[in-house]
């Protein structure tokens, strides 16, 4: 690695600390030209794999992109986007995993946009989780208001609704065969308003 002072390509390391959690080591290294300090951080490279079994590495810059689009006229700041974006690459890089599927990094968006912006948080989930009419919207937002409700119950109708899906009550099998006839847009195409 070059220094990014002088772009000499020699340095030398003067410093090691290992990050509290072991995620990750962060050395400082003194040019060997210029002799300026700069640090470097060593962490595993996390792959998404995409809906088309492409990998890809994690970029904290589509997070952004991605909710961005979602964002649009919201009272959302850059600095939302970037807090946003940093919680859900810690929240993934905290499992350990060098490989992580695509449909993981959107449920790990839900939760904090959720939080940041309801509107956005409604958009994004209609993309990524292919809504196919008002009844979508309608589950969407009875879960929404039954966590403002009571907050206690955020897990449990987490729980419930990832229940239902398993066991096919109800509404669940209509919302399992839209999705499945009808996938979620592909990342690679920029007009669509979705990021994986
Ligand atoms: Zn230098």
Do not use: W
Request: charged share 35%.
């Amino acid at each position: 690695m070059h220094c990014p002072y002088c772009r000499h390509p020699d340095s030398r390391v003067v410093d090691s600390r290992v990050a509290d959690d072991g995620s990750s080591i962060r050395r400082r290294r003194q040019c060997s030209s210029c002799t300026r300090r700069f640090s470097t951080l060593e962490t595993t490279s996390v792959n998404v794999i995409k809906r088309s079994g492409a990998t890809e590495p994690f970029q904290r810059a589509k997070i952004v992109s991605g909710v961005r689009k979602a964002c649009q006229g919201r009272p959302v700041s850059e600095d939302d986007l970037a807090l946003l974006a940093q919680e859900v690459e810690e929240s993934i890089r905290a499992r350990g995993l060098a490989e992580i599927d695509a449909n993981d990094v959107g449920l790990a968006i839900l939760e904090p946009l959720q939080r940041l912006d309801e509107v956005a948080y409604l958009r994004f989930a209609s993309v990524y989780q292919a809504f196919d009419g008002l009844e979508d919207f309608e589950t969407a937002i009875r879960t929404l208001r039954g966590i403002n409700a009571a907050p206690d119950a955020a897990g449990a109708s987490k729980d419930s609704a990832e229940g239902q899906d398993e066991s096919g009550e109800e509404d669940a099998p209509k919302k399992k065969s839209r999705r499945r006839s009808r996938p979620a847009p592909e990342p690679e195409d920029p007009d669509q308003p979705t990021l994986i």
